[in-house]
């Protein structure tokens, strides 16, 4: 993408009313929406987040699917999801918010009990050692997820990586985390939520027409 159709874009951001863009200082000093996000909707209803969320296409499948949940798609870059929260405001979903930000940061965006559900899907897998800190359902990021979803909150991962759907499952086992469900190969396995079938993102497609298996994880953080 070229730079100036990211500052087109950018631009763009800033005013859209479905798009929150905190600096890290305003996080770290105190974000003004955590423990308040039923104010941005103007409504109580659950909240769902999309990490890593890319351009948001999961963020608006799930919102049309769920039109009595929230939807909040995050992700650092502006200019992906820029797509996202205009497709949101074109369609008219006002149960869809983007939040730019980095996924380190969540616990200082959302209080406890806040968030019903997260979806982290096709997170780069991070497969060398020394970035296993990085990899999205580390230790580390599963005591941040702890400490904003309700206690029966889900945790669902969508990937194509063999390793992160392997390493997710071991690191879940011993840790005595609740597995609901998992597939490493939903397209050709019964029993997957429809919302993991029926929504493909532009890169699941590619992957799909490489003949890569899509894998799936549904667990509860105990």
Not at 168 to 190: F, M, P, S
Request: with cysteine; charged share 25%; net charge positive.
């Amino acid at each position: 993408m070229g730079s100036k159709n990211k500052l087109k874009r950018f631009k763009e951001n800033d005013t859209f009313k479905n798009v929150v863009q905190p600096t890290r200082e305003e996080v770290q000093e105190g974000f003004a929406l955590k423990g308040k996000w039923e104010e941005h909707f103007g409504n109580s209803n659950p909240i769902v987040l999309e990490l890593g969320c890319g351009k948001g296409e999961y963020t608006i499948g799930l919102a049309k699917q769920n039109p009595n949940k929230n939807f909040i798609g995050i992700d650092i870059k502006g200019a992906r999801f820029w797509r996202g929260a205009k497709t949101a405001l074109e369609e008219g979903l006002n149960n869809v918010a983007f939040l730019r930000t980095q996924i380190e940061l969540l616990d200082l965006l959302f209080t406890k009990d806040e968030v019903s559900e997260i979806w982290i899907t096709f997170p780069d897998p991070q497969i060398k050692y020394k970035r296993t800190k990085h990899r999205m359902t580390n230790e580390v990021f599963l005591n941040k997820y702890k400490k904003i979803l309700q206690p029966n909150g889900l945790v669902h991962l969508k990937t194509d990586s063999e390793f992160m759907h392997g390493y997710t499952l071991g690191l879940l086992h011993g840790l005595r985390h609740e597995i609901i469900y998992a597939n490493h190969d939903v397209y050709k396995n019964e029993g997957s939520p429809k919302e993991v079938l029926e929504i493909q993102t532009f890169y699941e497609n590619q992957y799909l027409e490489k003949g890569k298996a899509i894998t799936y994880i549904q667990f509860r953080i105990n």
